[in-house]
């Protein structure tokens, strides 16, 4: 496997809607180690798979974004919120959309399911910063960026800063450093179990 790497949108992995991984093996376990070294790197406190496209239902957090802390390292594999409660507002910012932050409202109290590395089942209760990072994070699983989530007023005092990005990445596409789209969901879906 090609070193990962994460991808800024608009890249088409951000819009897929990823597929429920069917094994769990050794080569999972180097690219979840390869998501932690990228996160990071990169200051973030969460990463799914389709920010290093990757089509696969899985994401990574460490909400303290210290790698020292190792035991704040939660990884969820095919995870299900089972239930969402409350609703409270917070800033969000993305490591596929850098440097963008906007107020994001999101449920304040949220069950999850999901399968770790070992491929054990496992349910936890969050709230606060870990409960908004496990939302946005599985938003990356259905495709759905944190400004899809936004009111209107606040997305267009972002939207120019959204703009760049989609400029930069069709330029990168049209001096061919970047493939086309066409051509990347292709590789999207070659990578589907
Ligand atoms: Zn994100």
């Known amino acids: ?54 089509p696969y239902r899985l994401f ?14 939660i990884v969820f594999i095919n995870p299900e919120i089972s239930q969402r409660k409350g609703s409270i507002e917070g800033e969000e910012g993305c ?45 990356h699983l259905e495709g759905v960026m944190f400004f899809d989530r936004m009111q209107p007023d606040g997305v267009s005092e972002i939207q120019a800063k959204i703009d760049d990005f989609e400029h930069v990445f069709r330029q990168s596409q049209k001096a061919g450093d970047t493939p086309s789209d066409e051509e990347l969901k292709k590789r999207l879906k070659a990578l589907e179990h």
């Open 1 to 54: 496997m090609s070193a990962l790497e994460i991808v800024h949108y608009p890249h088409p992995a951000l819009r897929w809607k990823s597929k429920p991984i069917q094994r769990i093996d050794s080569e999972l376990r180097k690219t979840v180690a390869a998501m932690f070294e990228l996160m990071y790197e990169f200051k973030g406190i969460g990463l799914a798979a389709n920010q290093v496209a990757l």
């Open 95 to 139: 490591l596929s959309l850098p440097d963008v932050y906007g107020q994001v409202r999101r449920a304040s109290d949220i069950v999850v399911d999901a399968f770790d590395l070992s491929g054990q089942g496992f349910q936890c209760t969050l709230d606060d910063l870990p409960g908004r990072v496990v939302q946005h994070e599985f938003d």
């Open 60 to 73: 990574i957090v460490n909400p303290t974004g210290d790698p020292d802390e190792k035991d704040q390292e």
